[in-house]
């Protein structure tokens, strides 16, 4: 059973220079972690977004690697320092080498 | 000499049946890390680097209900400058079945070295924090987390 990958993030269009705003992210994705079994006791083999990224203007400055341990449909808030106008762009890579993506325009007044 | 009847009384076959229901219960299902797995991973990341506590917020429940969603917050106070800010974060959990949870690189633009997810426990046990400074410096904070249902597994 797969669900697709969709992206949810909260991000503020606009801020002050030197403004420190809060993201938060989601994601739809089941996050199997290769430890459980099905019904027949086979293994499930492990299937989990490993890496988060977020960047702006293609300058990464937050990077989370998950493991297995992280929840079903991945939450994630983290911060960025607001000095210019840009574009954000938000990537979860799969086990399976797809990948998912959001972008956002942030203008700094 | 005499000699003792070795049968069980009826009380003691019922406390030995007791006694083995609740090891089996206890008993772990899956291989699971300790806290020596989580030695060896930060023997890994750091060699035989020192320490220290402090500078690190860990904001987790100390009694989550369900192991399969457990929100973590992580705080490390930095003035995340060029010169000195917090490089990497990493999260180890000496009771799953891996000891790694999440690893977060951090640059100055972030702004402040603070995040929040949700996490799987499947059972009672220390969640460890441990955060890299751009000059090398290396801070751990752990907090025990009492899990009521288990998240891994099933």
Known sequence: MTTKAQPRVRVPAQAKAGEIIEIKSLISHEMESGQRKDAEGKQIPRKILNTFQASFDGKPFFTASWFPSISANPYQSFFFKATRSGEFKFTWRDDDGSIAEHVAKLTVA | ?154
């Open chain 2, 1 to 154: 000499m005499e000699f003792k009847e070795a049968r069980w009384t009826r009380r003691q076959t019922l406390a030995a049946g007791a006694i083995a229901a609740f090891a089996a219960a206890l008993a772990p299902r899956l291989a699971l890390a300790t806290e020596a797995d989580v030695a060896g991973e930060l023997k890994k990341l750091y060699g035989d680097k020192s320490f220290a506590e402090g500078r690190i917020k860990l904001d987790i429940p100390q009694i989550a209900e369900n192991g399969l969603v457990v929100p973590l917050n992580i705080d490390v106070e930095s003035p995340m400058t060029e010169a000195d800010h917090v490089k990497a974060v990493h999260v180890f959990a000496d009771g799953n079945p891996l000891p790694q949870v999440l690893t977060y690189q951090f640059t100055p633009e972030s702004g402040k070295a603070s995040a929040s997810t949700r996490i799987r426990l499947a059972q009672t046990q220390n969640v460890i924090c441990v955060a890299e400074m751009s000059d090398g410096k290396l801070f751990t904070a752990k907090a025990n987390v009492k899990v009521t249902i288990g998240g891994c597994g099933g």
